[in-house]
Structures are given as structure tokens and as C-alpha cells.
């Protein structure tokens, strides 16, 4: 296939450190669809955290290394929904009064995608081919995938291709899993009943597999279900099952 699009991969911390299959899986997934991928090393995290705990002296700081890092990216393609929502809603008022930098900002928000996001309005893939072991599988659409970025049925349409009827709708699907980054810790008990409605959900759906667009609400999840003896559970980012249909095999 072609090259059609060139793309710097913005990896996330997740996926660097917890959750490398997503990567090796993304990269593969965007080579076979023809988008030339490479990935600057000088990247480094986004600034999420530092944002969620109030310290913008440090946020305005990564943000400017991201700009620096991906200001020449023809497009920016991170497998994080809440990583693009940051770059794309949360960089521009740590600059007020900035305009200049502000300009270079919404230039940067108007090329970063999340992956799947990225297939459906950069790419325009219509479909995904049947995946080769479906097995039931529900789907989280995480806070920042929703009401972040705005992405709302791309992903359910993709495992609808994937799976037929072995995809099955999680009952309030876009209802918080309970991380929330620091709210998690400023607040376990509340997190700890919203993720224990999570997985009680996801158990009357009978799935053995859950999908999402995030990797800590895939962290989150799978703690608890660890913690509630539900290890037949498998979480994936669902580039990880696309990337098993296009080549025909599971992990």
C-alpha cells in the first residue's frame, strides 16, 4: 500500500512503561494501512499529571517540550485519548497572554489524534477485516474518549466489524471507571465504588474480554478485577485486537 501520511508516534507514558504490546501494536497498525510512522525520542510525557495536581509552573514546561518535540509533525498519533485531550484542550490557557505561543498551540491541537480516531476522519478506513478467535468482548469508552475529545461510536463500530455478535454493549458504558488520575488518590473509597459498578457491569455483559481507548483506565480496571478474583478478565487497547485481525492471529 502506498504511503499516504507521514505520522509521529507520541507514545504515552502508559504504553512506555506498562503497556509496550500497544505500541508495537500501533505502530503496526498504522504502517499497514501505509502512514509513514516515526518516533522522536526526545518525547517525554505530556504534562497530564502535573496538570491534574495544579502545578502549571511544570505543565508549561512539558507543554513546551511537546511543542518543541512535535511542532514539525505532519500529524501527531498518541493510543491515549486523555494524552490527546490534553494537548489539544489543556496546553492553550496555561498561555494567556501569550498569543504568539497560543497560535503555535492550536496549530500543534489541530494534528494530534488519538489512533482510532486518526483511521476514522484522517484515513477514512471504512471497516476492519473479521477478527480470527472472537470471543465476547465489551467496550469502556473512557471520560476523556467521550466528553475529551468527542469521540463517541468509532471504536464499537470497529469491534462491531471485528467481532459481529461477539461484541456486546456495556451497560452505562460511558460512565467513569473511577481513576480520574489524582482522584483515585485524593479520593479511594468514592474511585473504588465507581470501578467496583464498572466490572459489575462488565460481568453482566458476560465478556471475557474489555476493550478501551486508554491505558489507565485498562490499569485501573484490571487491578480491581484482580482484587475481585476475576482473572479470566482480559483488558486490551483495542489496537491490539485490530492489529489481530488484520494479520489473522491473536496475541
Known sequence: MPTTRRASLFLT????????????????????????VDFPEEQTCCGQPWLNTGDTKSARTMALHFLKVFERSEDI???????????RNRYLPLFKGEPKL???FRELASKTYEICEYMHRILDIPGLPPH????RTTYHSSCRTLRG????????NYLKQMLGDHFVPL???DFCCGF?????VKFPEVSGKIMEDKLGNIVLTGASTVAALDMSCLTHLSAGARRQNLGRLRFVHLVELMIEALEGKTR
Open 77 to 87: 498519533v498518541a493510543p491515549s485519548s486523555s494524552c490527546v485531550d490534553t494537548v
Open 132 to 135: 480470527p478467535e472472537p470471543t
Open 180 to 184: 480520574g488520575g489524582s482522584f483515585s
Open 13 to 36: 507514558c502508559s504504553a512506555d512503561a506498562l503497556y509496550p504490546s500497544v505500541g508495537r501494536a500501533s505502530v503496526r497498525l498504522l504502517e499497514s494501512y501505509g502512514v509513514d
Open 149 to 156: 475529545i468527542g469521540l463517541r461510536g468509532v471504536a464499537e
Open 102 to 104: 497560543q497560535d503555535r
Open 171 to 173: 451497560p452505562d458504558a
